[in-house]
């Protein structure tokens, strides 16, 4: 069936250094959304993705979208202890039962002082 | 101010009992979604409901029960049935619940124990 993964699992970093997480998806995607979950919170939607090759920023983040629409990533530059939490990739579900969005397993990103 | 809300925030239950969850959005949305999260495996889905009075079975829907009698509300039963019910319960909800760029809204979550 569909499914959407990404890597690495968990990042650990020092402040000040760069972070990536990367998202795959089994089938092309019309768009991808991204959520951050800090730690004992509740995911909250970051940014969505339409078009291939797109890319945003927001402020240290940078979101991208393949051109074949099935992949993603997020780069954060200079983290700060602030971007402690984890990433989540989201993209729409195609037929089944799954709802309106498949989430890939998330990255976990710890930052150290 | 509008948003979604669960409760109770943490839940304790002993073995062998029926436990509800609430969950409630006064953002007029359509659809509404459970999902459970357990440490590393991310969000998996329970349940979804599009409609009133109509929902379907996510990934894991075995050993729960939901209702959707009003908009605003769709709680989660947890039931006897489940075999390994201790797990961080998300609630969230979207506009239409089936449009490919649909964004999912989420509530803060109750942390269920079984004792």
């Known amino acids: 069936g569909q499914q959407v993964m990404q890597i690495p699992q968990y990042q650990h970093v020092q402040e000040g250094e760069d972070f990536t997480t990367y998202c795959n998806s089994s089938t092309t995607l019309s768009n991808i959304q991204w959520y951050k979950q800090r730690p004992g919170g509740h995911p909250v939607f970051l940014i969505q993705l339409v078009k291939s090759g797109e890319v945003k920023k927001q402020k240290r983040l940078t979101f991208q979208f393949g051109e074949a629409k099935k992949n993603s990533s997020l780069h954060i530059t200079a983290t700060q202890t602030t971007d402690v939490g984890t990433y989540f990739c989201?993209?729409?579900?195609?037929?089944?039962?799954?709802?309106?969005?498949?989430f890939g397993k998330g990255t976990k990103l710890s930052v150290k002082p | 101010d509008g948003g979604i809300t669960q409760s109770p925030k943490y839940l304790f239950r002993k073995e062998g009992q029926n436990v509800t969850l609430s969950c409630e959005q006064n953002l007029n949305h359509d659809a509404m979604y459970w999902y459970r999260q357990d440490p590393g495996q991310g969000l998996r889905l329970i349940y979804y409901s599009q409609i009133v009075n109509d929902f379907q079975k996510g990934d894991i829907a075995e050993g729960y029960s939901v209702s959707r009698e009003k908009k605003e509300s769709f709680p989660l039963t947890v039931t006897s049935a489940q075999k390994n019910p201790t797990a961080f319960y998300l609630c969230?909800?979207?506009?239409?619940?089936?449009?490919?760029?649909?964004?999912?809204?989420f509530g803060p979550g109750t942390r269920l124990t079984v004792l």
């Open positions: 989201a993209g729409p579900h195609y037929g089944g039962s799954q709802g309106n969005l498949i």
């Open positions: 969230a909800s979207s506009i239409e619940g089936q449009g490919a760029i649909d964004t999912q809204y």
